[in-house]
């Protein structure tokens, strides 16, 4: 099994900010996925993350409001940009290639 | 694209009584996984099944691939039990993996 670890746990920001997630796994793992669940919502998948190459972005998500890292096969980044309220939603972290590991979450509240 | 329904949607049940919380799907799987969220957002794995029946502790998931339909089992209900279970599939993978695709999950809530 892998564990999986975000950082933050959550954060309350300001409207036109950034912020970046991190996620780190503590075994290697080729599939890494970042997901947004909005308030009385289920999950929805935001993008893959990519080990030496660019995100994958699911339909209604794009690369400039939510920028991807994926430097090696334990860890990735995402950053919410210049947020609005309708940002607020806890953010998670997946990993795993046939068995799927979550990371804590990131509740995100912007003001 | 999977539609994934869930139900019910909120169940609450006094402890020691048997929980089902069912699953379906509209396009065939390569998996189906079984998923707690607590409050606090985080989500655990319970189960991840592709066919068959499998057991941890109180816990039962069960799979009919023909009927694209799962169900899981809580015996021995208990109020930590309360959680929002979801259920989430993988779609077979076709020039590269893609994420799961969600249910909106049930609310459970067991009171002592």
């Known amino acids: 099994s892998a564990v999986i670890s975000q950082k933050p746990s959550r954060d309350i920001c300001q409207r036109g900010t950034s912020l970046t997630i991190q996620c780190q796994v503590d075994?290697?793992?080729?599939?890494m996925f970042w997901y947004r669940q909005q308030p009385g919502q289920s999950l929805t998948l935001i993008a893959t993350?990519?080990?030496?190459?660019?995100?994958?972005?699911e339909s209604g998500f794009v690369i400039d409001k939510f920028p991807i890292s994926r430097p090696n096969l334990t860890f990735s980044t995402l950053t919410v940009s210049n947020m609005s309220p309708e940002d607020s939603s806890i953010y998670l972290c997946?990993?795993?290639?046939?068995?799927?590991?979550f990371g804590p979450g990131t509740r995100l509240t912007v003001l | 694209k999977n539609e994934v329904e869930q139900s019910p949607q909120n169940l609450t049940a006094q402890e020691g009584e048997f929980i089902t919380i069912n699953c379906s799907y509209s396009?065939?799987?390569?998996?189906l996984h079984w998923l707690q969220q607590h409050p606090g957002g985080g989500i655990v794995s319970l189960f991840m099944l592709s066919s068959g029946k499998k057991k941890h502790g109180r816990l039962i998931a069960t799979i009919n691939i023909q009927e694209k339909h799962s169900s899981l089992h809580i015996t021995a209900s208990h109020p930590r039990d309360s959680a929002v279970y979801i259920c989430?599939?993988?779609?077979?993978?076709?020039?590269?993996?893609?994420?799961?695709?969600f249910g909106k999950g049930t609310h459970l809530i067991i009171q002592p």
């Open positions: 993350a990519n080990q030496g190459s660019e995100a994958t972005y």
């Open positions: 396009v065939g799987i390569s998996a």
């Open positions: 997946s990993g795993g290639d046939s068995l799927r590991f």
């Open positions: 989430a599939v993988s779609p077979f993978s076709g020039g590269g993996a893609d994420g799961l695709t």
């Open positions: 075994s290697q793992v080729t599939m």
